[in-house]
């Protein structure tokens, strides 16, 4: 997959018009652009999660506490621990679930190679493989999904991890949940699994999709989610992991960042807004739609996704028509390797996705 940095910078002249500083474009989306590229939740962060963040930002001059006593982490802990029966032991915070993932692939991964589907979410395996760590992809099957026939063939002594996103990015697709659960179970004893759910709220049943219950079993697996996604506070940079204790204390060792007391106050009032929740779930679901419409328009069939981003086949060259959206203030996603002709849209607002619409339209009639 593109490095995020790269990408940035190919869209460098589009991206950056318009906005006085580089550092801020991430943030200062300029005028006419419509950015359905990042997975984010341009709703967020919820309302309730601002209104708290704005008491104690006059704090900020302050570290908060420690990294082992911290009240808003533990209010935090407590919620999570209480959804998924888990006691804080099993949880750790990072910065970004990316965070957690390095520390995972740090403190598992030297042990011998870690195992991942060829086309996934890869920010942390790239950088485990600058610092050594040898990474093996398999191939997704010919339908999308991950082949975890092939991948548990795969597994013998040698493999410390293995690696999974739940459902699958850029896909969308959900692994069959009780597929996974026996692939875990027969995986586990040779080698970490690792499941990460950042997409998890989003999907159709979230506590069917969810490996949680085989942390609580105590079996060898890290399960991680992140409050950039459904959350919307890609920004903030939490994200959290659930494992066994033991699995916890390894992982937590290479994990360098102090709390961060903005984000976890957001992260907190975040977590307990069901309302805001519920908000972001159906506006998702309303815009995959319309989005699912616009490709089925121009004749191509969406894979089907639980996530706020869409992968297609656009059935010809991905970054060609990637440039032409470019060129019209549409940033949508391309560049997959293996997968030439690949798009994959993430979810914007309902007014930025009949932008896409439109102007999507207009690209593939001339491309
Ligand atoms: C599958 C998956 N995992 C993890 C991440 C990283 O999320 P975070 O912002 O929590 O570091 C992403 C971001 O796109 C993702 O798609």
């Not at 060829?118 to 790239?126: K, V």
């Not at 692994?175 to 709220?201: H, M, Q, T, W």
């Not at 470019?326 to 949508?332: K, P, R, S």
């Amino acid at each position: 997959m593109m490095k995020r940095r790269n990408f940035i910078s190919a869209f460098g002249t589009v991206a950056l018009a318009g906005s006085a500083m580089p550092a801020l474009s991430q943030y200062l989306i300029p005028e006419g652009q419509v950015r359905l590229v990042f997975n984010e939740n341009p709703y967020g962060p919820s309302p309730k999660a601002i209104a708290e963040v704005q008491k104690i930002l006059p704090l900020s001059a302050y570290y908060p506490d420690s990294p082992y006593d911290y009240p808003i982490r533990d209010d935090l802990f407590d919620a999570i621990a209480a959804d998924n029966q888990l006691k804080h032991e099993n949880l750790f915070i990072s910065s970004g679930s990316n965070e957690g993932l390095q520390a995972a692939l740090m403190a598992y991964g030297r042990m011998g190679s870690v195992l991942t589907p060829a086309l996934t979410y890869d920010a942390h395996l790239g950088y485990a493989e600058a610092l050594g760590v040898s990474v093996s992809r398999v191939p997704l099957r010919s339908d999308l999904q991950v082949d975890l026939d092939a991948m548990e063939a795969m597994v013998d002594e040698s493999v410390a991890v293995v690696y999974l996103a739940n459902p699958n990015n850029p896909t969308g697709l959900p692994i069959d949940a009780d597929r996974l659960r026996a692939f875990c179970r027969s995986v586990g004893p040779k080698a970490l699994v690792i499941v990460d759910e950042a997409y998890n709220e989003l999907t159709d049943n979230p506590n069917r999709e969810s490996m949680v219950d085989l942390v609580r079993e105590g079996e060898n697996r890290l399960v991680t989610r992140t409050f950039s996604k459904i959350f919307g506070m890609a920004g903030m940079r939490v994200g959290y992991g659930m494992a066994r204790s033991d699995i916890i204390e390894n992982t937590f060792k290479h994990i360098m960042a102090w709390p961060n007391g903005v984000g976890l106050t957001a992260a907190y009032h975040s977590y307990i807004d069901h309302d805001f929740i519920k908000f972001s779930r159906d506006k998702v679901q309303e815009g995959r739609a319309m989005v699912q419409k616009t490709l089925a328009d121009v004749g191509l069939t969406p894979v089907p996704s639980q996530t706020n981003f869409v992968f297609v086949d656009s059935g010809r060259e991905a970054m060609t028509v990637r440039r032409a959206m470019a060129d019209e203030g549409v940033l949508i996603n391309a560049g997959y390797d293996g997968y030439p002709q690949y798009l994959r849209i993430s979810m914007g607002k309902l007014e930025d996705l009949r932008t896409f619409d439109r102007v999507f339209k207009r690209v593939m009639a001339r491309t």
